[in-house]
């Protein structure tokens, strides 16, 4: 895709999409393969010896269709590399080099929670690109202040208290499945330096209690609560590419 491309001749891609960015693990026998660490299995929720394969794929948001850009081989720590620092590496490379006829096209930069780190964000904001993604259930989240400052001296107060993901006084509610609460807000997250936009899905069982729940955020705070999950959902396209790919070789 060079730089004279433009969205008329983008087809399919006309349309606004997302950057995607996820890994997935190639099981791998033996002791002399090129790569050869440990890496975690999603399909078995551990770490194993294998090999890892780290991806960057535009995804369109009309037909969901995913295009890979970018396809790496993850070094593994006996060789003193970093693994997010080398996905960081990638999305910057990717970032300089194929995104250039993609201006005001690309919605946003969409990954899970593994890549939940404040140097992500710093760099797809630097991009004026929306970073959405999956925090902890648990996530460190500040409520502004917005009550009236006592007359004291000494700073103002900035923060109203901690997010108890329990109570949800002062947050909006967003329809949503039938067996499901979803509520939005926009918090200050220390761990990250900045404000976000949240939405709280709240999985309920058959008697309509809270089983689980799952928090994921946008850097857009202006971001409708909708559209971040939308766009969280459609990331998954990329499972079907590494599904392909380790078919055809086998």
Known sequence: MGTGATPDSL????????????ASFIPKSGKHTE????FWNGSQSRSETGLELSCLALISLTGQHAF??????T????????RLEQYLEQLKDVFSRRLDGLSGQLRAVVADGQYAKKMFMDAVHAEQIAFVTKLQSNANLLYPFTGEHSKRRGARRKWGG????????GWQSVPGDTQERVWTRVV???HFARFLRVVVIERLDRKGQVKAHVVLCST???MPAQEI????SARFQLEFVFRDAKQFGG
């Open 35 to 38: 790569g050869l660490g440990a």
């Open 68 to 73: 890979p850009l970018d396809i790496r081989q």
């Open 220 to 222: 857009d705070t202006t």
């Open 162 to 169: 901690k997010v108890d993901f329990k109570d949800w006084s």
């Open 11 to 22: 087809g399919v891609l006309g349309s606004r999409f997302i950057l995607a960015i996820d």
């Open 75 to 82: 070094r593994p720590k006996q060789d003193r590399a970093d």
């Open 229 to 232: 999950r939308a766009l969280y």
């Open 188 to 190: 200050w997250a220390p």
